[in-house]
């Protein structure tokens, strides 16, 4: 086994050193003149295998290229690749997406912006990742930021920010038409157009839809919960004068999602009942950014937008309208300091309807509530080129805890233009959202039968509550970065999480029963008695084998110490997880992608208590085939090592289902 | 020159010798790999950075810039560069090169971007904001702009760089290159495409 493991080290070594002497050739390019220059074939190899930021955060960036060879169709499966980031699916409809751990559906420590858009809602504080989508190919990139990014976009901000950021529409012109099907994908489509509108104005449309298959339930049965979707949008790009930029964008949709949801009832023998519920969703977002120049050391950017959703399942109908405009400046001071300012205002506003059964509801039913913030960063040059101190700090007020502030000092050195290491500690907080505030959830029922206290049955209800505080977390950071002979690179982050007064319930007053409520009721009260620690590490490797063959993979390591309350057990996210992908180009106009992912075991957090989830290992593979220049057929399985795989379980209301393999085709054809 | 190295280059991946056999899929993988390893790679091709650092030290060598740019014959020629890790680390090797009396002194700006004390400016990317940018700041200053976005419909820089069916194309604003008080020589714009209807 030794001897194994030292001959394919050995071989790894060697194949590296091998390169390196290619790498050398570089020099010779100076002996070329122009002529020659401009006649030779350029291959950007290494410039794939080897772009690193040099931000002093742990940031990992998914590409345009990346997202399209993975054969991914939503924004969660591509956060797969993202170390650090546990992704799994609960139904066809639902993900569970979080940074650094405490992982569920209505995961709460992370802020996604889509082109600047904030998306998390108040509601939970959190994403309904169903409700996002943008058309893949458009994607410029998606940057993943774990820990703690609140100094600079706020609260919530806690373990992570995700920006999805979209391609400029100058990048996007002419056409592009997909479409294609398969087992689970059973049929999607877009069609984009870009287009010159002017001498510096750029725009483009698109529309996308899809219709996914439905998972299938741990039991084997039907999970009815398959679902479509239809999207459109746009975007207008403008050089106004040459010192001002202005871009507009916007998107709407409609989704009609079905899902097999249990709630408690009390007249079934179990204190369980099932509904096949049809829900559907619409929204529509617009943005408007102005980027002004006073010179090349100094600009500000003014960004408003408007978003709106409405979201009807049989437990909540909730509208909600966003407005929010945020204003940054950046500026050097002299010639070591660098100072970004800037502020922002939003008021969102909620109205909630629970119509159709009594499981949840809020109180009050509608409420807008109003934040403020300013922030003040400033990074300071200590050695030219080589250290860097930043300081900066978010000052916000909300309408649930009034001030919060979150600072954070960033060291970044780079003694070498292939070796970067950085340092951070950082406060943040996660400000309370209405479920914390205002819900009342009817968590369980025990039938009068097993009740303990006969003859009446027992109602467990989960109460929000006014007083529900911020959770805080301190996080302290390294990292480090290595490229070597411009083909391997390496990114490696450790952390130390201390959390304190995250969200836990008590129990409170039980209720005696009375002749319209024949039951008693025990409330459990959201409060902040939680408390722990989280650390970790997370690597990931690029390593560019031959110009035709490149190797991508992550590892992640995370150790959860939570000092939860009896009634409420955080989850546990997976302790390891792999991800590796082999991407080649065996021949010319053909190229090959694996991808296996390993996931440790993990526990999630139901209302009913703590649900275990196995680990698993599962691989997609896609085949592409660049059949002419413009259009190419690509062939993909995802999911292929299991016939189905239980990722994760809900927190409530939603049975255990498990994703399937399956197979799609895919055609696109760009003018 | 490019033969020689492209010999290295084949020498390098015919060397290769395979492990014996093993069923593992990381053996199979690494065999494979050394079987790919063998095959040649493509004998004209040239590492885009790299060559983009040759073009631009080119056009640095056939540029002469006004008198007050620089204060001293001997003075360093001030290399600017905006970009990621990859494109410093090729800017790198033009470091302490001469061009005349100049010594080319190579600096990263990705932070504090002033770009006042620079004599050539090269921004790397996509992103057409930063660009607009530059060249606002840069505009009638004895400033080289030189950048590589790709897909421009309009050129406000003064050297911009496009890939061509893998190849580098050089667009040259000629109105700018004046009005900053640059001479070009003939044969920098024999090989370019000069664009002067847009300044």
Known sequence: MYKTVILIFGLIVWMLASQAINAEEASDVYALDLEELLDVKVTSVSKKAQSLSDAPAAIFVISNEDIKRSGVTTIPDALR???????????????????????????????????????????????????????????????????????????????????????????????????????????????????????????????????????????????????????????????????????????????????????????TPNGIAFVNDKAQAHGANVVGRLQHTFSSTSSYTLQLFYDRYDREDIYIHEVRNTYDIDFQHRFALNGWNDIIWGGGYRYSESETRFDRTPAISFDPQNRGDQYFSAFLQDEISLVDNTLWLTLGSKFEHNDYTGFEYQPTARLMWTPHPSHKAWAAVSRAVRIPSRIDSDMTLRGSIIPAGQSPFPPFPVEATVNGSKSFDSEELLAYEVGYRFTFAKLFSLDVSAFFNEYESLRSFSPGQPVPPTVNTPYITQPFIIDNGNSGETYGVETSLVWQMRDNWRWDLSYSFIETHLHNSEYYQEAVSPQHKVSLRSSINPWKDISWDIWLRYTDDASAFTVVGVAPVESYITMDMRLGWRVHKDVELSLVGQNLLNDSQLEYIGENFVQPNENQRGFYGKLAWQF | MIAISMSIRKAGGGNNRLPPKSRSFVFAALLWAGAFSCASVNAETLEEFAVKTAVTLNLAIFTEWPEHAFKSEDEDLRFCVIGDNTVQQAFEQLSAKKIGSHSVAIFNINRNRNIDDCHIVFISGQDRLQLAQLHAAALGKPILTVDDTEGLTTFKGIVNLQKNNDKLTLNINLDLARQAGFIMSARLLKVANVITANP
């Open chain 1, 81 to 267: 690749m993202a170390p650090g980031i546990d992704v799994a699916r609960i139904d066809s409809n639902k993900w569970a997406v979080s940074s650094r751990g405490f992982n569920g559906r209505f995961a709460n420590k992370l802020l996604v912006l889509i082109d600047g858009r904030n998306i998390y809602t108040p509601a939970f504080s959190g994403v309904y990742w169903e409700m996002q989508d943008v058309m893949m190919e458009d994607i410029d990139r998606i940057e993943v930021i774990r820990g703690p990014g609140a100094a600079l976009w706020g609260a919530n901000a806690v373990n992570g920010v995700i920006n999805i950021i979209t391609k400029h529409s100058a990048d996007t012109q002419g056409g592009l038409v997909t479409g294609g099907g398969g087992t689970e994908e059973l049929g999607f489509g877009s069609a984009r157009y870009g287009t010159q509108l002017g001498e510096d104005t750029t725009g483009r449309v698109y529309m996308k839809g899809f219709k996914r298959d439905e998972l299938i339930s741990q039991d084997q049965s039907r999970s009815n919960d398959d679902w479509d979707k239809v999207q459109g949008g746009f975007r207008v790009d403008s050089l106004v004068t040459n010192a001002d930029a202005f871009t507009v964008q916007g998107d709407a949709y409609h989704s009609n999602f079905n899902q097999k949801l249990n709630y408690p009832a009390f007249d």
